[in-house]
């Protein structure tokens, strides 16, 4: 078992910034992949950022490449979401996942088993 525990929304305004947290307990050593996925009010849970548990390969939904930094500190069991220059639609709720499977399908939800509470994020314009 995995256990994931999100810290760090908040209200921002638009054009601010927010750094997630994501705190991995339990059987981290079968971990694969980590992401931020989210959901919008009234809309499907979406994909943002994934990386691997071991190694530097991240990946980005379009929608917040280059405003948004997925990034891990293995000693701390620790993912972290950076995000920038956020936007009204940014808003949502954003939930933490682990993968214990490699897959090639890293954005789509069925490919994660575990998955944090959410955290808030609200930006307003």
């Known amino acids: 078992q995995v256990q994931l525990v999100e810290s760090g929304g908040g209200s921002v305004q638009a054009g601010g910034s927010l750094r997630l947290s994501c705190a991995a307990s339990?059987?981290?050593?079968?971990?694969?992949?980590m992401a931020w996925f989210r959901q919008g009010p009234g809309k499907e849970r979406e994909f943002v950022a994934a990386?691997?548990?071991?190694?530097?390969?991240?990946a980005y939904a379009d929608s917040v490449k280059g405003r948004f930094t997925i990034s891990r500190d293995n000693a701390k069991n620790t993912v972290y979401l950076q995000m920038g220059s956020l936007k009204p639609e940014d808003t949502a709720v954003y939930h933490c996942?682990?993968?214990?499977?490699?897959?090639?399908?890293?954005?789509?939800?069925?490919?994660?088993?575990?998955w944090g509470q959410g955290t808030q994020v609200t930006v307003s314009s």
């Open positions: 990386v691997r548990w071991s190694g530097r390969n991240a």
């Open positions: 996942a682990a993968a214990t499977q490699d897959s090639l399908y890293y954005t789509q939800t069925f490919a994660y088993g575990y």
């Open positions: 339990g059987r981290t050593f079968s971990i694969y992949y």
